[in-house]
């Protein structure tokens, strides 16, 4: 099947500075990916999706200037977390569509931030 | 805006034990989704619904559909242990290009 990563798995970073998260496609060439976060104990809220070679579409409410991300490539996304802050703590899972099948999303195995 | 809405949000049940989850969304969608996470884990995908009256069933999980209600359930025959584990379903806006809204999830807890 489909094979989503995600680099690194886990990251403490202090407040102020960034930190980046990749996500990639394994096995497939990936033209959509999403990036969802998760509090503890909550849901997963979609916070944008990455089309190869534009702009990300952000969800309302997420702060496109904190939360940079770039799909360079059709394997890779990445989301970079600027001036990191406490709240931003969260685990990140990003997901991507696999070409022909409009339907279904494969899931990295999520990254857990946090910032201290 | 799209709300999905699933119950209970907690469950704890014993093993051999059946019991349903309930998943009410509230506009048109034509697409359902059911994944588990375990603790500290991503998703795992269960089932994809794509019609009205769809049905899906794997091991003791047996997903269904009723997409003029609005409803999806999640049925869990003769519960084991290692179905403990959060289950979320999440529906696709009609349309839309994939973009999913999650439940706040079901917390499954199946004791001996």
């Given at each position: 099947?489909a ?19 990749e996500?990639?496609?394994?096995d ?5 990916m999403?990036w ?14 990455s ?8 969800e ?9 991300i ?5 394997t890779?996304?990445?989301?970079t ?5 406490p ?5 990140y899972?990003?997901?991507a ?17 946090t910032?201290? | ?8 949000l ?38 994809v619904?794509?019609s009205?009256g ?8 047996m ?9 999806s ?10 179905l ?11 349309g839309?290009?994939?973009n ?11 004791k001996?």
């Amino acid at each position: 099947g489909a094979v989503v990563s995600q680099h690194p798995s886990r990251v403490i970073c202090k407040s102020g500075t960034s930190v980046k998260i990749e996500c990639r496609s394994l096995d497939f060439q990936a033209t959509t990916m999403f990036w969802y976060r998760q509090f503890p104990k909550q849901s997963l809220m979609l916070m944008a999706t990455s089309n190869e070679g534009s702009k990300a579409t952000y969800e309302q409410g997420v702060e496109k200037d904190k939360f940079l991300i770039n799909h360079a490539s059709l394997t890779l996304s990445t989301l970079t977390v600027t001036s990191a802050h406490p709240e931003d703590s969260s685990f990140y899972i990003c997901s991507a569509r696999f070409p022909g099948q409009a339907y279904e999303q494969y899931f990295g195995p999520g990254t857990r931030l946090t910032v201290t | 805006e799209l709300k999905v809405e699933q119950n209970p949000l907690f469950l704890s049940m014993q093993e051999g034990k059946n019991y349903t989850i309930y998943c009410n969304y509230s506009t048109t969608s034509d697409r359902l989704y059911w994944y588990r996470q375990d603790p500290g884990k991503s998703l795992e995908s269960l089932f994809v619904l794509l019609s009205n009256g769809a049905v899906k069933q794997e091991g003791r999980l047996m997903a269904s559909l009723d997409t003029k209600a609005r409803l999806s359930t999640l049925h869990i025959t003769a519960a084991v242990h290692d179905l403990s584990a959060t289950y979320f379903c999440a529906v696709d806006i009609w349309g839309s290009q994939g973009n999913l809204i999650f439940g706040k999830g079901t917390k499954l807890s199946v004791k001996p």
